[in-house]
Nanobody, 125 residues
Framework: QLQLVESGGGLVQPGGSLRLSCVAS????????IEWFRQVPGEEREAVSCVSTTDNSTYYRDSVKGRFSIVRDDAKKTVHLQMDSLRPDDTALYFCAAIEGSYHLMRGCIDPTYWGQGTQVTVSS
């Protein structure tokens, strides 16, 4: 039923760019706060960015500010994470996630209810 499917990952050189996409099915994306997390094997999952519904409030972790942008297209049931100036420490499995409702995200993302399967991003020369 409710699914989130990520795509757009791959291998890129330092300084390069990737655009991740998260496509929703089985629910109305416009009623959900959408979030991006990432995880390195053996390490804790961390929030990267999130965008609320209604007012489109956003949050970015400090290490990606000015480099990443989250954009939602509710009509197409898609959220993108544009990643520029990529660095080796951005290498991780990136997950799309969602939680119903709108939230103020000034202090960080909200624990999500739904998760995608992940897409691998590798930044290496």
């Amino acid at each position: 039923q409710l699914q989130l499917v990520e795509s757009g990952g791959g291998l890129v050189q330092p300084g390069g760019s990737l655009r991740l996409s998260c496509v929703a099915s089985g629910f109305t994306l416009g009623r959900y706060t959408i979030e991006w997390f990432r995880q390195v094997p053996g390490e804790e999952r961390e929030a990267v960015s999130c965008v609320s519904t209604t007012d489109n409030s956003t949050y970015y972790r400090d290490s990606v500010k000015g480099r990443f942008s989250i954009v939602r297209d509710d009509a197409k049931k898609t959220v993108h994470l544009q990643m520029d100036s990529l660095r080796p420490d951005d290498t991780a499995l990136y997950f799309c996630a969602a939680i119903e409702g709108s939230y103020h995200l000034m202090r960080g993302c909200i624990d999500p209810t739904y998760w995608g399967q992940g897409t691998q991003v590798t930044v290496s020369s």
